[in-house]
């Protein structure tokens, strides 16, 4: 998107291999080095809704590049942090940030047996990306929204939704690009995390 600078790798496969032997161990897959579908159009849907976030802190978790919680600093939020457990994720999230003139606090911890930290408004792109880590983001995401965060998810249909826990409220298409995992991807959709009272109340 026109309006967020960031720094990627043009091959992130490639990147991990030199990573992995300037460290001289294995490393976790760089997902920081890459604009993921999911936080696209999440990102694309604060920019577009800037009332989402404005004058509100904000906690974005699994935050890779920091392309959500940028979108979310410069869309007028008083207060950002960026959560992600890779140092290198932290890293990136610092420069990317540095690139866009936007202030964005770091945190490294693993948050996701909390609630969101008091957090306003909880942001979470792609991040049902396989069924374990969904496992634990999807009670977090819970969790934040019965304690009355405004809870957004954005997904690009991968297999973990549960769709009895989420309100729509956008739908980007094809002009969304992410790395090379999602080529098939064509759209992406952005979600309200329901608390469990509403969730009860559709029953």
């Known amino acids: 998107m026109p309006e967020v600078r960031l720094f990627l790798a043009e091959d992130a496969i490639i990147l991990w291999a030199r990573l992995e032997a300037t460290a001289g161990r294995s490393l976790p897959a760089p997902y920081w080095a890459s604009a993921w579908t999911g936080g696209q159009a999440l990102a694309r849907y604060i920019l577009d809704h800037p009332a989402a976030v404005a004058g509100r802190t904000v906690l974005d978790i699994a935050s890779g590049s920091g392309l959500v919680a940028i979108a979310a600093a410069m869309a007028g939020a008083r207060a950002v942090t960026a959560n992600d457990v890779d140092p290198y994720a932290i890293a990136a999230i610092s420069a990317n940030a540095r690139a866009n003139g936007v202030v964005i606090r770091p945190?490294?911890?693993?948050?996701?047996?909390?609630?969101?930290?008091?957090?306003e408004v909880v942001l979470a792109g792609d991040a049902l990306y396989d069924g374990l880590m969904a496992r634990r983001v999807m009670p977090f995401l819970i969790r934040a929204a019965d304690r009355g965060a405004h809870v957004l998810l954005g997904d690009?249909?991968?297999?973990?939704?549960?769709?009895?826990r989420l309100r729509p409220l956008a739908t980007y298409h094809a002009a969304i690009t992410g790395p090379p995992e999602d080529a098939q991807i064509r759209r992406a959709d952005v979600f309200a995390v329901r608390a469990t009272t509403d969730t009860l109340q559709q029953r």
């Open 156 to 164: 690009p249909g991968r297999q973990h939704l549960p769709a009895d």
């Open 107 to 119: 945190a490294t911890r693993d948050l996701l047996d909390g609630d969101g930290d008091g957090a």
